[in-house]
């Protein structure tokens, strides 16, 4: 298993209590089956509640490397016996810890695996095995996967099984990211130059050149290219094509080459796919057209060390010596060679467009990398992009940029290469136009609005779930929690918190991000208030209101240890009013909301604006009240009552009102003679 992808089977060891999974199938954790177990997964034995006597796998997956939950979806609704494919799938609790986690279901495959473990080369096998076992055996899954347009992604010695009668099953693909555990030798050489990250879905065309070397590996028991770095494996098939580097001269039988030039062809666009490979099957000699090697220079030149007569091959050197290359592009070595090496002037020419372009952005700190970039675009339009130490394909910024979101130092460069528009730049230096570049520059403008507002909400964490259907919550609060579905935030943060595992707001720039998508309303005067977490009350008054407004559009069920939590973060807010008998009275309301779990409650107590308003205007009328009192007492102790100017002017008020009195008796009388 690849070091980058986490082991989690040791970890989990210590689940045993069964669980159900949608009342159709029932986990047994304790019933451990390793010799199933995909990378970076916990393989457990599973029954189906519906009376399926077909024995049955569960995959239990982690969140860091999420599955490829659309995949499944669509792949759960093939019907093929020589692959593995979903019979069910979704989250579950398990008893032990309280985690919600992802669990793949699948029928058992008949058989061992080619190799007990990755890595490995396979046994030398027969012509007919090959050509009946594993070509012709496999075909409907090819079928099945080209009709579709679904991606396997998985085709490896360790994920393909042998049956008794030595036929070939393709195992699962969807419990890690496409490409993601695949060998760079089992990877076309622009995938294998992308860190695995970065791969992305690709097409079914990658398939069938992983099914390409699969071949090679059994019709030779190995490649030419066993005991090599990955580096190695990569110059190797640039220098003399995948077909020459995994195979060479080596002796293969004849019935194979056919396939095997066709299968391992580095130009997707003659490439074989299912066509070319029933064709053959049923009879049809082809003949793969050759695709000729990168264009030699008269003349090397020198880098790192090494000297290079081909544009590919020192763009691949380029990108793993990122300070030298810029130092390269920027004096004038390589303007010659391009020009009077390799007669090649429309490549100098974009060089030295991207060379201006960048010195337009020099004063940003960054414009000679992102002529680093562009160049070696120029030099290698076929490889991914690469900026700094970040290497992806032009469709797999999105997967990166989820899978790499904690790496140190990646999610920056990351940033860079979606501002300085190193997408679009990768589009335009393609020599062919493909009709999937509109659906990638689409996915790529949806990425880039994300990061252009970096408020709360937004930035790179929304990047994460626009540009991934279905990605689970990244945030640190949910813990190992599998949050694919934002009804079940709440239930996570609500375990978590009663674990004891957060102290502040269960509040973050993931969770904000991951439900905004979700949450009906405009939000933006609550993101405001979310924006800076350093404004402790603001920022709890508002995540209290957040968390409000979400137990009230999807988790209506109490959540007593979230109530509880918040309340104690603003129970100071009861103290600040200024009401002694209200201040008893929101407290009472304050301990039954947190009885109750509702924080809809709890909000309306603490987070009003209209009750503090009211009881800040009490206040004011309190004090202007006692002020006039004050004053009231002052001038009665000073003789304000009995001084001749107050004695004086109640007299005039007392005659006038006599008079008045008078005057109104008489005329009443008057009114009453007339009337009589």
């Not at 075909?139 to 009709?147: C, D, G, N, V």
């Not at 109530?563 to 009275?585: C, G, P, W, Y």
Request: proline share 6%; with cysteine; hydrophobic share 40%.
């Amino acid at each position: 298993m690849p070091s980058y992808i986490k082991e989690i089977a040791a970890e989990l060891d210590y689940l045993q209590h069964p669980v159900e999974l949608d009342g159709k199938f029932e986990l047994l954790p304790a019933e451990k089956l390793p010799e199933f177990q995909s990378p970076g997964t916990l393989a457990i034995n599973a029954v189906s509640l519906k009376g399926q006597a077909t024995p049955l796998l569960a995959l239990v997956c982690q969140k860091e490397a999420a599955p490829r939950t659309a995949t499944i979806r669509l792949m759960s609704r093939i019907s093929c016996a020589v692959m593995l494919v979903p019979v069910g799938s979704g989250t579950v609790v398990f008893k032990e810890d309280n985690i919600r986690r992802f669990v793949v279901i699948f029928e058992r495959p008949k058989g061992k695996r080619l190799v007990p473990q990755a890595g490995m080369s396979p046994s030398k096998f027969d012509e007919d095995d090959i050509i009946h076992g594993v070509i012709e055996n496999l075909l409907p899954a090819f079928r099945e996967l080209s009709s579709r347009t679904l991606t396997h992604r998985a085709i490896r010695p360790d994920n393909v099984f042998l049956t008794p009668d030595r036929r070939a099953i393709l195992g699962e693909a969807v419990s890690t990211p496409a490409g993601y555990a695949q060998p760079v030798l089992y990877e076309p050489i622009d995938s294998g130059m992308a860190s695995p990250s970065g791969r992305a879905e690709g097409t079914v065309l990658d398939d069938y050149y992983s099914f390409g070397v699969l071949i090679a590996e059994l019709a030779m028991g190995g490649t030419l290219l066993d005991k090599k770095t990955d580096e190695q494996i990569i110059e190797a098939k640039i220098k003399l094509g995948s077909y020459g580097a995994l195979v060479g001269q080596s002796r293969v039988p004849l019935k194979l080459m056919e396939p095997l030039r066709g299968l391992l062809s580095d130009d997707p666009y003659e490439r074989w796919g299912i066509a070319d490979l029933e064709m053959w099957a049923n009879g049809r000699h082809l003949s793969p057209k050759q695709v000729p090697l990168p264009q030699k220079a008269v003349r090397s030149i020198a880098f790192a060390g090494k000297d290079y007569l081909t544009a590919p091959l020192l763009a691949n050197s380029m990108r793993m010596h990122w300070a030298e290359s810029k130092q390269l592009i920027a004096g004038d070595q390589l303007d010659s060679w391009i020009r009077r090496a390799l007669s090649n002037d429309e490549m100098a020419s974009l060089i030295k467009a991207a060379q201006q372009t960048g010195q337009a952005l020099a004063s940003t700190g960054s414009g000679d990398d992102r002529t680093a970039s562009v160049a070696m675009m120029a030099l290698d339009p076929s490889a991914p992009i690469t900026y700094k130490t970040a290497s992806v394909r032009v469709n797999g910024l999105a997967q990166a940029i989820a899978l790499d979101f904690f790496q140190p130092g990646k999610l920056e460069q990351y940033l860079d290469i979606i501002r300085m528009k190193l997408p679009q730049a990768w589009v335009t230096s393609q020599v062919r136009t493909k009709p999937e570049f509109v659906a990638i520059i689409k996915q790529l403008e949806s990425v880039e609005q994300s990061v252009k507002n970096m408020t709360a909400g937004y930035g790179m964490e929304r990047a994460v779930y626009a540009g991934n259907e279905g990605w689970p919550c990244l945030s640190p609060l949910v813990g190992d929690n599998y949050v694919d579905d934002v009804k079940n935030l709440l239930p996570a943060l609500e375990a978590m918190v009663a674990a004891g595992r957060i102290e502040g707001a269960p509040v973050d720039r993931h969770i904000l991000a991951f439900s905004l998508k979700h949450l009906r309303g405009n939000q933006d005067a609550l993101l405001k208030r979310l924006n800076d977490p350093f404004k402790r009350d603001v920022y709890n008054r508002a995540s209290l209101r957040f968390l409000a407004e979400m137990q009230k559009q999807y988790s209506p069920e109490p959540l007593p240890a979230l109530s509880a939590h918040m309340a104690d973060l603003l129970i100071d807010a009861v103290e600040t009013f200024n009401n002694t008998a209200f201040r008893k009275q929101l407290r009472d309301a304050v301990e039954k909301a947190k009885r109750d779990g509702q924080l809809t409650t709890l909000q309306m107590i603490l987070d009003n604006a209209h009750i503090q308003d009211q009881d800040k205007l009490g206040f004011t009328q309190a004090q202007a009240m006692f002020t006039n009192l004050e004053a009231q007492a002052t001038w009665l102790e000073k003789g304000g009552l009995v001084s001749d100017e107050n004695v004086r002017m109640v007299s005039e008020k007392t005659s006038a009102v006599i008079s008045a009195v008078c005057s109104g008796v008489a005329l009443v009388i008057m009114t009453i003679s007339w009337v009589l």
